[in-house]
């Protein structure tokens, strides 16, 4: 996150501010096509899962089409909770899951109110209602300008609902730098290589063995001239690496 | 690659402290999700809280571009908030919006409430007095086949059901109506015009429609047809109109705190209302579909499920459902 960008400042009473990365354009729109995807196949699947057995159990035919004339039944065991599914996807759901969707939560955002916490049941209803002006003229054209134009990169739903869009920035599994590398690395370098050693095994050879490279020769660890080390003999370098300090400190 | 003596023992001193900041977000993480509410781990959380903040401002000071203070601004904020906000619980945050939210923003919406009914009131009687006096202009807000209806003799409501099913027809019209109130109060947003113009539209159909069928000697069975649901659908769209109205006047006048905040408390308020109405015309297009069409329904009882239906909007908008238990404080 760089200096200037925009962040939610909250007020606290030990003195230090609460600081949130409110996300942008990008985020947003990473976020929304994601969730779009998940509520169109979600949808598209109760509908089609729905038709199959409705016209089997009617008829005794594998079929999707709808009955020529309009029928009950098909109307509210087939059509209505697709459409449910597809329309109501994000108040629902960021009702239930405290101003997050499946989207947002891939895209590392979710919905605060001003003052940094989740927001009412209020005002997520308001901010999901706009959403008929934000998506104005086609394709949330109202919106996706609002946020690019706006500081806080809002839309008309989030000015009416008094929301933000903020960066979760952290997770609970985040390889932080051990202490111990303090002494020896810079803060910054000590933590890439806890990441990259708590990454070890789920990355390919050559990409892990490109990164520790990348590393061992920002450490100083890793002279040019020196003849090419295996896959283990790099992994054993880098604990090196962050153990070193623990003899300076 | 050394930073200076002194910066790297007091980043070494912080970074000890990482198992603590850990044993923090997940005791935060277990209260703000209910999981926990043991008085002893909750003086703990206010505990991590003055470490986390002291931490913090030692972090942005000594290594600002870095994952752990990324990571102590986080947990930072994840602490506050349990500690500011409380537990968040679905059920007890729409009980809030429904029992204290709605009746105060209602009472606050009452004098726009006021004045919007009476320009769909104007409006109604001006296309009213437009048809009665101009019949061929009813082609400007009727279609050809409600026209070719109603000079048959016939309203175009009869024998619908042999056409549509009643619950094809509720969901149709509930859609349709949510959309078109929840569209009124949105417009607000262009200054109040667009909400203005629709209301004022809606208004001028229903008038103008009513002087047409009254031509044909229809106004009666027209007026036995809306009678169950229309009590309840007009009077959402006149709360519709209010809430835009409201929205626009923020825009236009938005007093001394700002464009942009006033528009947020207005609509914010407004809002949920609106919320409220979109409910109610749920129940208003079941009875459309259900109870309206059906001529076997004499007419005292369509007027008492219309009146039933308008007092429960009443009773729902002005938090009569929910009675407070003795000595329980709004917003408690």
Known sequence: MSEAAPHLSVDSATGIDVTLPIAGAGARSYAFVVDWHIRLVLGLAWYG???????????????????????????????????????????????????STPGKRLAGVRVVGRDGGV????????????????????AYGLGLMLVALTREHVRCGDMAAGTLLVYETASPGLALAPASTAGSLDVATAELVAELLARWPRLTVPARAAL?????????????????????????????????????? | MSAEPRQSALAHALLERAPQWREAEARARRFSQGRS????EAVRVADDYRLLAHDLARARALMPRSRTREYLESTYARVHATLNHGGWRLGAALRRVFRDDLPASVRWLAPYLVWSTLLFLLAALAGYALVDRFPEL???????DLIASVESGKLWTEGLLNIVPSSVLSVQILANNIVVSLFAYCSGFLFGLGTLYILGLNGMMLGAIFAFVA???????LATFIVAHGCVELSVMCVSGAAGAAVGEALVRPGSEGRVAAFRTVALRSGEVLLACSVLLVGAGLIEGFVSPRPGIPLPVKIAV??????????????????????ESPGA
């Open chain 2, 138 to 144: 009813i082609a400007l807000f009727a279609s050809p």
């Open chain 2, 215 to 221: 031509r044909h000697a229809l106004a009666g069975a």
């Open chain 1, 119 to 138: 927001p009412g049941a209020g005002p997520l209803l308001v901010r999901n209602v706009f959403r008929l002006i934000d998506s104005l003229p086609l």
């Open chain 1, 212 to 249: 520790a490279r990348a590393l061992l020769r920002r450490c100083g660890r890793l002279a040019d001239s020196l003849a090419p080390l295996d896959d283990e003999a790099l992994r054993r370098a880098l604990i090196e690496a962050s153990r070193a300090g623990e003899a300076a400190a």
């Open chain 2, 37 to 40: 509410d043991d008085p002893a």
């Open chain 1, 49 to 99: 899962a729905a038709a199959l057995l409705y016209n089997y159990v009617r008829e005794g035919a594998v079929s999707l089409a709808p009955p020529v004339t309009n029928e009950a039944r098909w109307f509210g065991a087939v059509l209505v909770p697709a459409l449910v599914l597809y329309f109501l996807y994000h108040p629902l759901l960021e009702l239930i899951l405290r101003g």
């Open chain 2, 306 to 327: 219309g009146v039933g239906y308008w007092l429960f909007m009443v009773a729902l908008l002005t938090g009569r459902l929910w009675p407070r238990a003795a000595g």
